[in-house]
């Protein structure tokens, strides 16, 4: 699965209906929105931005602010659809092949790109899903959320109590699959731990 047009296709195979696609982007940005408000705890939109050989500037999305970013991220290859972190940098400090700062209201790369590939920026916002032809913005491993998602709210349109349920379940267990792996990724932080001698009682 690539785009919402995918997972509209396997979720219609998965449990046939006569709900109008308008319905069910609602459903997937709904679904989606409910994804991301775990992940970042916050409400995050997303958009994906084409990035080009040999250019290190790209303009931020029209109703993106430098302050509403939270996180970006770019293809480890072209067409890999495997999304690398990149992380922030002040201005005054150094970067890597991984890093980006803002300069005049927009993104600045310090990795010097020879491809051309994706790249995918989170920001404080709502998502709406514009295009069905677009990306699902999730790693490839766990698109199948969307299709539960989906699956789940027109079993529960439809009265369909036990398919809404056994749906429900499908989703919460990959859900939370899907945090596990997101914290797994986090940094670890080092915890102190008391090394004075204790006396015995």
Known sequence: ?????????????????????EI????????????????????????????????????????????????????????SQDFEDYEYREVHESGNDKTYTILNGKLQFDADFTEDKQGLIFYVGTPKINNLADPVPLPFAYRELMVFALCERMAAARGDADRKNN??????????????????????YYTPRDELPRRKR
């Open 1 to 21: 699965m690539e785009t919402w047009e995918d997972v509209i296709e396997v979720a219609d195979t998965m449990l046939r209906n006569s709900f109008a696609a």
């Open 24 to 79: 069910k982007t609602k459903w997937l940005s709904s679904a989606l929105a409910q994804v991301f408000q775990l992940k970042f705890n916050r409400d995050v939109t997303y958009s994906f931005f084409n990035v080009t050989i040999g250019t290190k500037e790209y303009a931020l999305p029209t109703d993106c602010e430098p302050d509403d970013i939270v996180l970006i991220q770019i293809e480890s290859g072209a067409g």
């Open 167 to 188: 749906f429900k379940a499908d989703f919460d267990q990959l859900l939370s699959d899907y945090l596990m792996h997101q914290m797994g990724n986090a940094p670890e």
